[in-house]
């Protein structure tokens, strides 16, 4: 864990007010998954994104059960700003556990749901959901093995979920 504390730590050491800003948006823009959800949800009105606005749902909600209510209790892993309360945060201190995040698994989930039906969507819906993760470091809500556990989760969901869709043609 120390090698994960030193990241967090030089981390703190490019906050300035502009990407301060930047990392508090993207940080709420994953709050609870809603703006990939309602993504997910504007999908399933255009006949030619149903699908994959049906994957999108499919996979975080299979994301939110094994993530959030199955790994984040049985690991009951603290987060760092619980662990070192001196670092000043930005944003509200989460109240659930750390492990994985929550905010990685849901972007990369959607995302990479997107990605494995319609390229031009997905990669910035990719990118998007790194920077999302990135956040969490920055406000030091999470460790790096929480935000690569999130993102290992939801990608693979994605991909577990798009190849089930394509065996059945659904």
Request: aromatic fraction near 12%.
């Amino acid at each position: 864990m120390t090698w994960e504390f030193d990241l967090l730590y030089a981390l703190q050491g490019l906050h300035n007010p502009v990407l301060d800003k930047i990392m508090i948006v993207l940080s709420v823009l994953g709050d609870g998954g809603i703006f990939w959800i309602l993504f997910g949800l504007f999908l399933l009105i255009p006949k030619k994104y149903r699908l994959t606005g049906f994957q999108m749902l499919v996979t975080m909600l299979i994301t939110f059960v094994i993530g959030n209510l199955i790994l984040k209790n049985l690991a009951a892993r603290e987060r760092p700003c619980w662990i070192d309360p001196s670092v000043p945060l930005l944003i509200p201190s989460p109240s659930d556990y750390s492990f994985p995040s929550g905010h990685s698994m849901n972007g990369f989930a959607a995302s990479v749901a997107l990605l494995l039906n319609d390229r031009r969507i997905g990669i910035p819906a990719v990118v998007l959901a790194a920077l999302i993760a990135f956040s969490r470091l920055y406000h030091f809500v999470h460790f790096p093995t929480d935000v690569l556990a999130g993102i290992a989760v939801g990608t693979l969901a994605a991909v577990l979920v798009n190849w089930l869709f394509r065996r059945k043609k659904l």
